[in-house]
Protein backbone atom coordinates (compact mmCIF):
# COMPACT_ATOMS: atom_id res chain seq x y z
CA UNK A 1 0.00 0.00 0.00
CA UNK A 2 1.20 3.37 -1.10
CA UNK A 3 2.12 5.72 2.48
CA UNK A 4 1.73 9.30 3.44
CA UNK A 5 4.32 11.47 5.66
CA UNK A 6 2.92 14.28 7.46
CA UNK A 7 4.88 16.16 10.41
CA UNK A 8 3.37 15.12 13.92
CA UNK A 9 2.67 19.06 14.60
CA UNK A 10 2.39 22.36 12.94
CA UNK A 11 1.32 25.77 14.80
CA UNK A 12 -0.38 28.86 13.33
CA UNK A 13 -1.84 32.04 14.15
CA UNK A 14 -5.53 32.88 13.55
CA UNK A 15 -6.64 34.55 10.64
CA UNK A 16 -3.20 33.44 8.81
CA UNK A 17 -2.63 30.65 6.18
CA UNK A 18 -1.76 27.53 6.98
CA UNK A 19 -0.07 24.99 4.51
CA UNK A 20 -0.06 21.50 5.85
CA UNK A 21 2.58 19.16 3.71
CA UNK A 22 2.19 15.64 3.01
CA UNK A 23 4.46 13.31 1.35
CA UNK A 24 3.56 10.22 -0.51
CA UNK A 25 6.24 9.00 -3.18
CA UNK A 26 5.02 5.90 -3.88
CA UNK A 27 1.63 6.90 -5.15
CA UNK A 28 0.32 5.26 -8.33
CA UNK A 29 -0.98 6.79 -11.13
CA UNK A 30 -4.94 5.94 -10.20
CA UNK A 31 -4.46 6.70 -6.16
CA UNK A 32 -6.39 9.84 -5.19
CA UNK A 33 -5.08 12.10 -2.32
CA UNK A 34 -8.13 12.33 0.46
CA UNK A 35 -7.74 14.63 3.47
CA UNK A 36 -10.03 14.64 6.33
CA UNK A 37 -9.15 16.06 9.90
CA UNK A 38 -10.52 14.72 13.29
CA UNK A 39 -11.71 16.44 16.75
CA UNK A 40 -11.73 15.40 20.21
CA UNK A 41 -13.44 12.23 20.55
CA UNK A 42 -15.10 12.84 17.14
CA UNK A 43 -15.38 10.94 13.81
CA UNK A 44 -12.85 12.47 10.89
CA UNK A 45 -14.59 14.61 9.23
CA UNK A 46 -13.89 14.97 5.16
CA UNK A 47 -12.24 18.38 3.97
CA UNK A 48 -10.79 17.64 0.41
CA UNK A 49 -9.18 15.22 -2.17
CA UNK A 50 -8.05 15.07 -5.97
CA UNK A 51 -5.90 13.62 -8.31
CA UNK A 52 -3.79 15.71 -10.20
CA UNK A 53 -5.42 19.29 -10.40
CA UNK A 54 -5.21 21.39 -7.91
CA UNK A 55 -8.59 21.55 -6.16
CA UNK A 56 -10.63 24.25 -4.37
CA UNK A 57 -13.71 23.92 -1.69
CA UNK A 58 -15.64 26.20 0.63
CA UNK A 59 -12.99 24.44 3.69
CA UNK A 60 -9.83 24.18 2.25
CA UNK A 61 -7.37 23.85 -1.24
CA UNK A 62 -5.39 21.29 -2.10
CA UNK A 63 -2.12 21.72 -3.89
CA UNK A 64 -0.63 19.20 -5.94
CA UNK A 65 2.65 18.56 -7.17
CA UNK A 66 3.44 17.97 -10.54
CA UNK A 67 4.79 14.81 -10.08
CA UNK A 68 2.14 13.70 -7.53
CA UNK A 69 4.59 13.02 -5.07
CA UNK A 70 3.60 15.05 -2.46
CA UNK A 71 0.83 17.26 -2.04
CA UNK A 72 -0.22 20.45 0.70
CA UNK A 73 -3.64 21.03 2.35
CA UNK A 74 -4.00 24.98 2.85
CA UNK A 75 -6.53 27.06 4.75
CA UNK A 76 -6.91 30.15 4.05
CA UNK A 77 -7.74 31.62 7.42
CA UNK A 78 -7.07 29.18 10.29
CA UNK A 79 -9.37 30.13 12.78
CA UNK A 80 -9.74 28.41 16.28
CA UNK A 81 -12.25 25.99 14.86
CA UNK A 82 -9.51 24.72 12.48
CA UNK A 83 -7.28 23.21 15.45
CA UNK A 84 -7.81 19.64 14.97
CA UNK A 85 -5.33 16.27 13.51
CA UNK A 86 -5.05 16.52 9.90
CA UNK A 87 -4.95 13.23 7.79
CA UNK A 88 -3.65 12.77 4.66
CA UNK A 89 -4.38 9.61 2.87
CA UNK A 90 -4.10 7.70 -0.50
CA UNK A 91 -7.07 5.80 -1.79
CA UNK A 92 -5.98 2.39 -2.03
CA UNK A 93 -8.03 0.55 -4.61
CA UNK A 94 -7.22 -3.25 -3.97
CA UNK A 95 -8.30 -6.26 -6.01
CA UNK A 96 -11.09 -6.72 -3.40
CA UNK A 97 -12.50 -3.45 -3.20
CA UNK A 98 -11.63 0.06 -2.42
CA UNK A 99 -10.77 0.71 1.53
CA UNK A 100 -8.45 3.59 3.11
CA UNK A 101 -5.63 3.94 5.36
CA UNK A 102 -5.21 6.39 7.80
CA UNK A 103 -1.89 7.05 9.39
CA UNK A 104 -0.98 9.55 12.39
CA UNK A 105 -1.96 12.99 11.24
CA UNK A 106 -0.63 16.35 11.98
CA UNK A 107 -2.18 18.19 14.93
CA UNK A 108 -2.77 21.69 13.93
CA UNK A 109 -2.31 24.00 17.01
CA UNK A 110 -4.29 27.63 16.29
CA UNK A 111 -2.91 29.83 18.35
CA UNK A 112 -5.68 33.42 19.45
CA UNK B 1 -31.49 14.08 8.19
CA UNK B 2 -29.03 11.54 6.88
CA UNK B 3 -26.00 10.25 8.45
CA UNK B 4 -24.65 7.41 10.88
CA UNK B 5 -25.58 6.28 14.12
CA UNK B 6 -23.36 4.56 16.21
CA UNK B 7 -24.14 3.48 19.76
CA UNK B 8 -23.50 3.20 22.79
CA UNK B 9 -21.07 5.91 23.15
CA UNK B 10 -19.73 4.81 25.73
CA UNK B 11 -19.50 0.99 26.55
CA UNK B 12 -17.73 -0.59 29.46
CA UNK B 13 -17.22 -4.40 29.78
CA UNK B 14 -15.45 -7.14 32.27
CA UNK B 15 -12.70 -9.16 30.68
CA UNK B 16 -13.81 -12.30 28.88
CA UNK B 17 -17.05 -10.89 27.80
CA UNK B 18 -17.94 -10.29 24.05
CA UNK B 19 -19.65 -7.32 23.20
CA UNK B 20 -21.28 -5.83 19.98
CA UNK B 21 -21.29 -2.05 18.80
CA UNK B 22 -23.72 -0.88 16.53
CA UNK B 23 -23.77 1.09 13.11
CA UNK B 24 -26.53 2.16 11.21
CA UNK B 25 -26.65 4.55 8.14
CA UNK B 26 -29.72 6.31 6.19
CA UNK B 27 -27.27 7.20 3.64
CA UNK B 28 -27.94 4.60 0.92
CA UNK B 29 -24.54 3.84 0.89
CA UNK B 30 -23.29 0.65 -0.03
CA UNK B 31 -20.06 0.65 1.51
CA UNK B 32 -19.10 0.28 5.35
CA UNK B 33 -16.44 0.34 7.33
CA UNK B 34 -15.00 0.11 10.95
CA UNK B 35 -11.44 1.71 12.65
CA UNK B 36 -9.90 1.66 15.83
CA UNK B 37 -8.06 4.32 17.58
CA UNK B 38 -6.06 4.26 20.70
CA UNK B 39 -4.84 7.48 22.27
CA UNK B 40 -2.74 9.55 20.32
CA UNK B 41 -2.63 7.26 16.99
CA UNK B 42 -4.44 7.18 13.72
CA UNK B 43 -7.22 5.16 12.46
CA UNK B 44 -6.33 1.31 12.00
CA UNK B 45 -9.06 -0.50 9.80
CA UNK B 46 -10.51 -3.72 11.66
CA UNK B 47 -12.88 -4.51 8.67
CA UNK B 48 -14.87 -3.38 5.86
CA UNK B 49 -18.27 -4.31 3.41
CA UNK B 50 -18.12 -3.52 0.03
CA UNK B 51 -21.70 -5.12 -0.28
CA UNK B 52 -24.67 -6.46 1.63
CA UNK B 53 -23.78 -10.29 2.90
CA UNK B 54 -19.66 -9.59 1.74
CA UNK B 55 -17.46 -8.70 4.45
CA UNK B 56 -13.57 -8.32 4.43
CA UNK B 57 -10.44 -8.17 7.03
CA UNK B 58 -8.67 -5.11 7.19
CA UNK B 59 -4.84 -4.47 9.18
CA UNK B 60 -6.52 -5.93 12.53
CA UNK B 61 -9.43 -8.32 12.23
CA UNK B 62 -7.91 -10.98 14.73
CA UNK B 63 -10.50 -10.48 17.85
CA UNK B 64 -12.96 -9.13 16.10
CA UNK B 65 -16.17 -10.19 14.26
CA UNK B 66 -18.62 -8.93 11.54
CA UNK B 67 -21.77 -9.51 10.29
CA UNK B 68 -23.58 -7.26 6.99
CA UNK B 69 -27.30 -8.62 6.60
CA UNK B 70 -28.79 -5.57 5.67
CA UNK B 71 -27.37 -2.29 3.81
CA UNK B 72 -28.12 -0.38 6.14
CA UNK B 73 -26.45 -2.10 9.67
CA UNK B 74 -23.24 -3.33 10.24
CA UNK B 75 -22.51 -4.47 13.66
CA UNK B 76 -18.91 -4.88 15.48
CA UNK B 77 -18.86 -7.64 18.14
CA UNK B 78 -15.35 -7.54 20.22
CA UNK B 79 -14.73 -10.89 21.37
CA UNK B 80 -13.26 -12.04 24.05
CA UNK B 81 -10.53 -13.68 22.24
CA UNK B 82 -9.21 -9.54 21.11
CA UNK B 83 -6.58 -8.97 23.66
CA UNK B 84 -6.31 -5.16 24.31
CA UNK B 85 -10.28 -4.10 22.91
CA UNK B 86 -9.83 -1.00 25.08
CA UNK B 87 -10.19 1.67 22.39
CA UNK B 88 -12.25 4.33 20.45
CA UNK B 89 -14.59 3.11 17.47
CA UNK B 90 -15.47 4.37 14.37
CA UNK B 91 -17.68 3.16 11.95
CA UNK B 92 -17.76 4.84 8.22
CA UNK B 93 -19.67 4.51 5.29
CA UNK B 94 -18.40 5.50 1.36
CA UNK B 95 -21.28 5.68 -1.22
CA UNK B 96 -19.25 3.40 -3.78
CA UNK B 97 -16.90 0.51 -2.72
CA UNK B 98 -14.92 0.51 -5.74
CA UNK B 99 -13.05 3.19 -7.54
CA UNK B 100 -10.88 6.25 -6.24
CA UNK B 101 -13.44 8.97 -5.18
CA UNK B 102 -16.09 8.97 -3.00
CA UNK B 103 -15.59 10.32 0.46
CA UNK B 104 -16.12 8.28 3.88
CA UNK B 105 -19.06 9.79 5.92
CA UNK B 106 -17.90 8.60 9.88
CA UNK B 107 -20.16 8.32 12.74
CA UNK B 108 -19.32 9.85 16.12
CA UNK B 109 -17.81 6.31 17.36
CA UNK B 110 -17.96 4.33 20.12
CA UNK B 111 -16.11 4.28 23.85
CA UNK B 112 -15.22 1.18 24.62
CA UNK B 113 -13.29 0.07 28.00
CA UNK B 114 -12.41 -3.13 29.63
CA UNK B 115 -12.56 -3.37 33.65
Known amino acids: DAKTTQPNSMESNEEEPVHLPCNHS???????IHWYRQLPSQGPEYVIH???SNVNNRMASLAIAEDRKSSTLILHRATLRDAAVYYC?????????????FGEGTQLTVNP | DGGITQSPKYLFRKEGQNVTLSCEQN?????MYWYRQDPGQGLRLIYYSQIVNDFQKGDIAEGYSVSREKKESFPLTVTSAQKNPTAFYLC??????????????FGEGSRLTVL
Open chain 1, 50 to 52: GLT
Open chain 1, 89 to 101: ILRDVGTSGSRLT
Open chain 2, 92 to 105: ASSIKPWGNTGELF
Open chain 2, 27 to 31: LNHDA
Open chain 1, 26 to 32: TISGTDY
